[in-house]
């Protein structure tokens, strides 16, 4: 029989020999990828305000033997203004939301969802548009206006009732002032009559201009679960990007 000693080196020995295969073998084992394909493309029109979806696609995973967490899904949007929000969503995740979103938009998974080998998982994309009901310009400059066309009952009463004061103010003038006085409000009810309003038709409101967006997967993060000998590594995607299709606002 071999000494104690003997065996305990052997064993030792034996063990980071195996360990070390291990470790090899994880590391020759062929890295499971993603494809990146269209589940249900978006289309048509929607209303401020209204939440829709707004296409659906799938990562599949193309290994016979590892699971793949999805750390995030990266987004592109054409016109991101259109949005007040954004959640993009799977089985098994913790939905991500932008608020409002950026053109690009990272949508990172608190909890990853876990896609099996050779399974097929389906994210969503949802969308709340923005309410465009009252125009608002970049600067922050707001438009409005008082005069005898708001088309709103009793809106011209109060410059009628200030010219009332100013013809009784003037009837104590002599009259060569009085001309001018006159003059001057003649000039000032023709700037406010012409001046636009919140929701006229002289180009300082009404019915906000349609719009339109397009949105595409442009990346995603992910990496196997192949146990505590791997260090996670970035899984490859195929497919991408991806377009989702895109959407009109009324």
């Known amino acids: ?42 289309s ?6 209204q939440t829709i979806q707004l296409g659906v696609f799938g990562l599949t995973n193309n290994s016979a033997t590892t699971p793949v967490a999805v750390n995030s899904v990266t987004l592109k949007f054409s016109n991101p203004g259109l949005f007040s929000s954004t959640t993009v969503s799977a089985v098994g995740a913790s939905p991500s939301t932008a608020a409002p979103p950026p053109a690009i938009n990272v949508y990172n998974f608190v909890v990853p969802p876990v896609i099996q080998p050779g399974q097929e998982l389906a994210f969503s994309l949802t969308v709340t548009l923005a309410d465009t009901s009252s125009r608002n310009e970049t600067g922050g400059v707001a438009y409005a206006g008082l005069g005898l066309g708001t088309g709103v009952p009793g809106a011209g009463n109060a410059l009628w009732i200030a010219f009332g004061v100013v013809g009784l103010a003037m009837l104590a003038l002599p009259a060569g002032r009085q001309r001018r006085v006159w003059l001057a409000a003649a000039l000032i009810f023709l700037l406010a009559s012409g001046a636009p309003g919140c929701g006229s038709t002289g180009g300082g409101g009404g019915d906000p201009p349609t719009g339109s967006s397009a949105q595409s997967v442009t990346a995603v993060s992910a990496f196997p679960l192949m146990g505590p000998l791997v260090v996670p590594s970035a899984v490859s995607v195929t497919g991408l990007p991806l377009g989702l299709g895109s959407i009109t606002r009324d």
Do not use: D, H, K, Y
């Open 44 to 49: 048509g029109s929607a209303q401020p305000l």
């Open 1 to 42: 029989m071999l000494p104690c000693a003997a065996l305990l080196a052997m064993s030792v020995v034996s063990g980071l020999r195996f360990g070390a295969s291990r470790e090899a073998l994880a590391a020759a084992a062929p890295q499971p990828t993603l494809g990146a394909a269209i589940i249900s493309p978006a």
